[in-house]
């Protein structure tokens, strides 16, 4: 959706939702009835109360916010706001049941279609309206992921399949990348499907600093465990060792030690900890000490941003590391075609000017920084989707997982959760101040 021409717009939206939908069928009927309705984990909403909130919200947004439609079912509006109950408190709500949540959200597609198709939007209507129908695509997509934590949380046997991403073809030169210090353009105001906290693009004061080429690896984080690193209180944030002690933590989220190796549970199948694989299922506390021990820090979102979008050749930043094109296959690992991160320093073709791969798809990426807005932030078009959570609270993650589709990641998209938070697809990279030298341009790269 780009150049503005509304049969473009059209498709372009049809497209996406398209995509979504086959992707929330697949994830919630590759299980019975029974799974559908089970809470797998306090921290997720049972499978059919997503499946049910999709086909609210497009409700909500697309017939009745667009289209000007009355409510198909008003009295089940309450039961699938997530800000009246807790994720926690939805199994005891009055669910549709899965057949009657596949029946509403299909339903709802139905009429979407025809509005998508109808006349009313001909011409400058459907200019006004294609934000909202990308905003429900990435929605869509958002609770895919969600169930597809809520999947790797179930017990039980595998429910879904795919093939394993392949290894770098060739892996990159150096273990760190330079980035000149120097303003960059943070956020944007073009990116037709950008999210409100994304906006407006603004410039940014980043000094010169260091970053990882690639996400930290199991290899690397297995050493920092090897190291006593969940016993030593110097590399924790006061918070995180607090949180670990009482949770008796000593590993990411789903590994497990037996006869002297580490194992790790991954969508019902349970294999050895990957050495090569970015690190998954580490909370901000976690890869935050891991930094603090490795002699580094975690780069801030703006040191992110600006490694993955920044063109120092051009002076302009890019819609993603690779440039303005779309995310194609070769570029990132994204969109639940693999059920894993790829290998560290794969795909060469994503990678940004300076050489820094990985930054889209494999695996959330931690910063930190707080969830804030940008200088000129306007809610939109409600206030829940971000203005509620900005503080401390929550820190930002960037670049997105596997189990992300491409209407739902950019270079300037941004994710947000509590510091502790862990079942998500998180990793990190990390990064280090530059010297005065280098700050000078006279460093090595
Ligand atoms: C942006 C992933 C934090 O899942 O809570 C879904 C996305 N907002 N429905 C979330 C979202 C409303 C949101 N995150
Ligand atoms: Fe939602």
């Known amino acids: 959706p780009d150049d503005r021409d509304p049969e473009a717009l059209r ?27 089970a809470q797998h984990s306090p921290l997720m909403s049972p499978l059919v109360w997503d499946l049910a909130h999709i086909g609210n919200q497009e409700e909500q947004w697309l017939l009745r916010a667009v289209a000007g439609r009355t409510a198909m079912r008003p009295e089940i509006d309450s039961v699938y706001d997530a800000f009246e109950h807790p994720r926690a408190e939805r199994p005891a709500l009055p669910l549709l049941s899965p057949t ?4 509403y959200a299909a339903e709802v597609r139905g009429r979407v279609e025809d509005v998508l198709a109808g006349s009313p939007l001909r011409g400058s209507r459907l200019l006004d309206a294609a934000f909202a129908f990308g905003m429900i695509a990435q929605h869509e997509q958002q609770h895919d992921e969600t169930m597809l934590i809520t999947h790797q949380l179930r017990r039980g046997p595998a429910a879904l399949t795919a093939p394993d991403p ?17 303003e960059f353009t943070m956020g944007t105001s073009t990116e037709p499907w950008a999210l409100d906290n994304e906006r407006p693009a603004h410039r940014r004061d980043v000094a010169a600093y260091w970053i990882d080429t690639a996400p930290v690896t199991c290899g690397a984080y297995l050493e920092f465990m090897a190291d006593g690193g969940y016993d030593d209180a110097r590399w924790w944030d006061p918070a995180g060792w607090s ?53 580094r820090r975690l780069p801030t979102e703006a040191e992110w941003e600006k490694a993955a979008r920044h063109d120092p050749a051009a002076d302009r930043s890019r819609r993603y590391p690779w440039g303005d094109a779309d995310p194609g296959p070769g570029h990132a690992n994204l969109g639940q075609r ?3 991160p790829a290998p560290a320093g794969a795909y060469e ?34 206030r829940e989707y971000s203005e509620v959570f900005f503080g401390s609270d929550h820190k930002v993650l960037r670049g997105g997982s596997f189990a992300v ?15 502790v938070r862990r079942q998500i697809f998180s990793g990190f990279r990390t990064a280090r101040d530059a010297s005065a030298e280098e700050h000078r341009g006279k460093g090595s790269r």
Request: proline residues 9%; contains cysteine.
């Open 100 to 103: 009657e949540a596949h029946h």
């Open 405 to 419: 589709d491409k209407v739902a990641c950019r270079g300037t998209f941004r994710n947000w959760d509590y510091p």
């Open 349 to 382: 073709e994503g990678q940004s000017p300076l050489g820094v791969r990985q930054l889209i798809g494999d695996v959330w990426e931690w910063t930190a920084s707080d969830f804030l807005p940008y200088p000129g932030f306007v809610a939109f078009p409600y």
């Open 243 to 295: 949180h670990i002690r009482e949770h008796g933590l000593v590993a990411p989220l789903f590994w497990r030690r037996e006869g002297g190796q580490w194992l790790r549970r991954r969508f019902g199948v349970t294999e050895p900890v990957p050495a090569d694989e970015p690190v998954l299922h580490v909370s901000w506390y976690e890869a935050d000490a891991y930094a603090r021990w490795a002699g």
């Open 11 to 37: 498709a372009g939206a049809l497209a996406a939702l398209t995509t979504a939908r086959e992707r929330t069928r697949l994830l919630t009927t590759c299980v019975d009835e029974a799974e559908l309705t």
């Open 166 to 182: 392949g290894p770098p073809a060739s892996p990159p030169a150096a273990a760190e990348v330079l980035v000149p210090g120097g």
């Open 338 to 340: 693999h059920l894993r």
